[in-house]
């Protein structure tokens, strides 16, 4: 049965340690390992309350996240800067004050917020992605993004690239469809000063929803959530971009990170070092519970196949040798891979993983499957699968 995500709560309710060398300052915050700790207990993540999604600017210098009205899910977004090294109290921010608004989202380059607010005259379920822009290193007015970001239909959050394209959740294409709530995963590219397009995603879009979207600054890789099953409700999932600037098939974030509650608004450090994501607890009642959690990221990311060899062919009892592309796997925060391949299982073929040869001399005809694996400094592993064909 097509599961979708209960629309009001989706747009409000919204190993090892790893070495940190550099000292950024997550409000005063000690940082967590590889199992996800609740951030800032007592402060940000205060328990009773309903927080979600926030972000940081990339100097560390400001953060900004949500919380929810629990009568009627109205949203405010708070915010706290540094001043002289010292953390503010988290207050309401002061140009969206008294309006009813959600998932903020710092910009790559630290100027602009997205968010996304209610629209006049509607129910808070109906809302809309805006932006707020630094002018002279102060925070003015907010806009409201034109047509074709935003619809008739629903957009509940908004991120962006170093490029200015931004991407973003929404239901439009459920438009003339009966119980249809779907959401789908949508981007815009930057041309000039504008963005005169929008496009799905077609790699994610399943029967289920596709909501909560976080986009790398580089482009390289995605985390946005999605309803596995009765068990695991909603999780997060992660892609990544090959060779061919085409996301891979997406995958479930590691079960270190994803719980049996719901996980979502997910928010990776500018480093790549800190995850932190949105846990909502429902119980029969409801809502019950609504934190911010954070995380180191030696779990979140693992190698992936960027540049995949092709299927071979080679002839019986002739010898072969075969470069073995050095880009063959990439992971986001390790560059020193090692590879390895199930050789054991063929006596005539060898892979010499400094050189990245492939070479051999094969005795038998048929159809052999190889497998390259490649695994990180955290013991992450991925596989690869070819066919080497040998013939007379």
């Not at 989202?105 to 129910?123: I, R, V």
């Not at 070479?359 to 690869?384: C, H, I, K, Q, W």
């Amino acid at each position: 049965m097509t599961k979708v995500i209960i629309p009001l709560i989706l747009i409000f309710l919204l190993i090892g340690c790893k070495s940190i060398t550099d000292s950024v300052d997550y409000f005063g915050q000690t940082y967590p390992d590889s199992i996800p700790i609740v951030f800032a207990p007592g402060t940000i993540s205060v328990k009773g309350r309903l927080e979600h999604g926030i972000s940081f600017t990339p100097d560390g210098g400001e953060l900004a996240f949500g919380i929810l009205d629990k009568e009627d899910f109205s949203g405010a977004i708070f915010h706290a800067k540094k001043i002289n090294k010292k953390w503010t109290k988290p207050v309401a921010f002061e140009p969206l004050r008294n309006k009813c608004v959600y998932l903020p989202y710092f910009s790559p380059n630290g100027t602009s917020l997205l968010f996304s607010q209610s629209n006049a005259g509607k129910d808070n379920a109906s809302t809309d992605i805006w932006i707020l822009e630094k002018v002279k290193g102060e925070w003015g007015i907010p806009n409201m993004i034109q047509a074709p970001i935003n619809s008739a239909s629903r957009e509940a959050n908004a991120c962006m690239t170093y490029d200015g394209t931004i991407y973003f959740s929404s239901n439009r294409n459920c438009e003339g469809k009966e119980n249809c709530h779907n959401a789908d995963l949508f981007y815009s590219k930057l041309v000039g000063n504008a963005h005169p397009s929008a496009d799905i995603i077609p790699e994610f879009a399943s029967p289920n929803d596709e909501e909560s979207v976080f986009i790398s600054p580089k482009e390289d890789y995605i985390i946005f959530c999605r309803y596995t099953n009765d068990e695991s409700k909603v999780d997060l999932y992660i892609s990544y971009r090959d060779i061919h600037n085409n996301w891979i098939v997406p995958q479930i974030v590691h079960s270190t990170i994803n719980s049996k509650d719901w996980d979502r608004r997910p928010f990776v450090t500018i480093d790549n070092k800190f995850l932190f994501f949105t846990r909502l607890q429902i119980g029969e009642s409801g809502v019950t519970e609504s934190d911010i959690y954070w995380v180191n990221t030696s779990k979140l990311f693992k190698p992936f196949v960027y540049n995949s060899l092709s299927d071979t062919t080679v002839q019986i009892g002739k010898k072969f040798e075969i470069s073995v592309q050095k880009n063959y796997f990439k992971d986001i925060d390790d560059e020193r891979l090692v590879y390895s391949i199930n050789q054991d299982q063929f006596n005539w073929l060898h892979f010499d993983r400094e050189q990245m040869k492939l070479s051999g001399l094969p005795t038998v005809e048929g159809d052999f499957e190889l497998t390259f694996s490649a695994r990180d400094r955290y013991s992450n592993m991925a596989d690869d699968k070819i066919i080497i064909t040998v013939k007379k």
